[in-house]
């Protein structure tokens, strides 16, 4: 058996465990594309980032060569240590997205609703002057 082989059947035997853990906790399974989706978009994140981190990384340790400060090996760049992370700058980053994304379809949802504070400006408070049909 080749270790590719191995290591899927290991993640498949975890997935569905997994899987099956979770629909006894009740969680729905039409949940889970969204959820996959979401997961995807992390691992995009995370390549990105890593992608980012090993070509800044690279360039620094050129530059260190070429201006004769040290020397570098570029081989660090690629240590699992930046990929790990990197995976916590995309947790960090989704996390802050999708905060922004609720924060914004929060206020976009309360600037629909009436104020409940009597006092608070709106349609109702401003001046009726310059308004159609309305005489002052």
Not at 42 to 63: E, K, Q, T
């Amino acid at each position: 058996m080749s270790d590719a082989l191995y290591i899927l059947g290991v993640v498949a035997a975890t997935s569905c465990a997994a899987y099956a853990a979770g629909r006894r906790l009740g969680m729905r399974a039409r949940l889970l594309p969204p959820a996959l989706r979401r997961a995807i978009r992390c691992v995009g994140v995370c390549l990105l980032f890593w992608g980012g981190n090993v070509a800044v990384g690279a360039g620094v340790a050129l530059l260190v060569r070429g201006l004769g400060l040290g020397f570098i090996w570029l081989y660090v760049n690629t240590d699992v240590s930046v990929l790990v992370l990197s995976a916590l700058q995309a947790l960090a980053f989704e996390a802050w997205r999708i905060e922004h994304q609720r924060e914004r379809s929060a206020g976009a949802s309360r600037a629909d609703e009436p104020s409940a504070d009597p006092a608070a400006p709106g349609p109702a408070h401003e001046p009726l002057h310059g308004v159609k049909g309305v005489k002052r």
